[in-house]
């Protein structure tokens, strides 16, 4: 049972690990696009607004939420595969 506690501990770390790394790179690459979208469409104004209006936006959004797949689908297959061998 100690050896299952530290596992998911440490599992749980890592996929920590892997969620930061994934939603930085996600947000850098849209914050990116936005940059992008301002030179492409020579808008005036404030960039600094625009961009933080696009991230605003961003951070609503579906693709926001299912970076939280990171954790939902290693933690269901390992639980599926517990079952499976203990039940089946």
Do not use: C
Not at 3 to 30: K, N
Not at 31 to 48: M, N, S, Y
Not at 63 to 82: D, E, G, K, M, Q
């Amino acid at each position: 049972m100690v050896a299952f506690i530290r596992l998911s501990l440490l599992l749980l770390v890592g996929l920590t690990v892997i969620y930061g790394g994934v939603s930085l790179y996600s947000r850098e690459r849209r914050r990116a696009k936005l940059k992008q979208r301002w030179a492409e469409r020579g808008l005036t104004g404030d960039r600094r607004t625009f961009i933080q209006r696009g991230l605003k936006q961003y951070d609503h959004s579906l693709r926001r939420r299912l970076i939280l797949l990171v954790y939902i689908l290693p933690l269901s297959a390992i639980a599926l595969v517990i079952y499976m061998v203990n039940f089946s």
